[in-house]
C-alpha cells in the first residue's frame, strides 16, 4: 500500500529506479539516524543532565520524535545522494 512515507520505486514518466541497491539507502537512514541520536547526546552532555525525571523524558521523546518526523525527509536525500554519487562515480565505459 502507498502511503506518504512510502517513495515510489520508479519515476513513471522515465522509468529510472530510485534505489537500485536497497542496502544503500539503507545504510545512509543507519548512519543519519546514529548521526543524530550523537548530536542529541552531545547536546545533552553539553547541556548538563537536568535533574528532573520530566525533563529527561522530554528530551528523549523530543530526540526520538525528531529521528521519526525526519525520516521521510532523510529518506528522499538517501535517494539523491544515492543517485548523485551513482552518476559521480560511475565507472567509465570501456574506450
Ligand atoms: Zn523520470
Not at 502511503?3 to 520508479?10: A, D, F, K, R
Not at 547541556?47 to 523530543?62: D, K, L, T, Y
Not at 521521510?72 to 538517501?78: A, M, T
Amino acid at each position: 500500500m502507498q502511503s506518504w512515507s512510502t517513495p515510489y520505486e520508479h519515476c513513471f514518466d522515465c522509468g529510472l529506479r530510485y534505489v537500485p541497491d536497497p542496502v544503500d539507502l539503507g545504510m545512509f537512514m543507519y548512519v543519519s539516524t546514529a548521526a543524530i541520536t550523537g548530536i542529541f547526546l552531545l547536546a545533552y552532555f553539553l547541556i548538563g543532565f537536568p535533574e528532573s525525571g520530566w525533563a529527561r523524558i522530554v528530551i528523549g521523546a523530543a530526540g526520538l520524535a525528531f529521528i521519526l518526523l525526519t525520516a521521510p525527509l532523510r529518506r528522499s536525500l538517501g535517494i539523491g545522494f544515492n543517485y548523485a554519487t551513482d552518476i559521480l562515480f560511475a565507472p567509465e565505459p570501456p574506450a
